[in-house]
């Protein structure tokens, strides 16, 4: 990276890095180098959740942990495609998983019984207060939140294979240690 690419990366990713998953094994900056960055804009606030409803319906497989779904927007369109065939495997913090079962409980349930949805719980998931790491299929995004408002500031994704294999390697070591949620007790 020569000093313009790393200066215009600066520009981009400067207003996100407090939100960036600097603690996740691995994760460096440069990783999202030359990614698309959605910030909710004051006369229109809801462009990063549109990036994410975007990258659902663009996929047929998601994968990933943390607050990424959490909207209700997002929500309705990731239980569609799940509906639809889309291949999910996602792991949840409980009070993550809680707040998407209290959203819609027969949604939720019905999405989750179909074979092509995989659901999981873990205990400590990185940064799982304020940040979303979604895998898709040729493309990872971060969803960023404010940990104290749970405002999503912004939606940072690329389709980077360095990213995408750093996005991987941090799923799997977690995906290791969580937990298989089966319907019975995601509803209850």
């Known amino acids: 990276m020569d000093l313009r ?3 215009e990366m600066e ?8 939100w960036l998953p600097r603690e996740m094994p ?13 910030y909710p804009g004051s006369g229109y606030p809801y462009q990063p959740v549109e990036r994410v409803t975007q990258l659902i319906e663009g996929t047929e497989s998601m994968r990933g942990f943390g607050t990424t779904v959490v909207k209700t927007c997002n929500l309705e369109v990731a239980c569609r495609a799940i509906l639809d065939g889309m291949e999910f495997e996602f792991i949840y913090s409980p009070d993550v998983l809680e707040t998407i079962v209290a959203w819609n409980p027969e949604k939720v349930a019905e999405a989750d019984a179909c074979e092509n949805c ?6 400590a998931l990185p940064d799982s207060d304020w940040c979303g790491l979604g895998i898709y299929d040729d493309r ?3 969803c960023c939140h404010d940990v ?4 999503l500031k912004a939606v940072v994704d690329t389709d980077s294979p ?3 294999a750093w996005a991987e390697s941090v799923y799997e070591q977690y995906r290791n240690d969580a937990r298989l949620i089966d319907d019975a007790t995601l509803v209850t």
């Open 148 to 151: 104290e408002t749970g405002m």
């Open 118 to 123: 995989t659901t999981l719980m873990h205990d």
């Open 140 to 142: 990872v995004g971060i």
């Open 162 to 164: 360095s990213a995408l």
């Open 11 to 18: 520009q981009k990713l400067r207003d996100i890095v407090p």
């Open 26 to 38: 691995g994760f460096t900056v440069d990783l999202f180098a030359d990614a698309t960055v959605s």
């Open 5 to 7: 690419e790393a200066m």
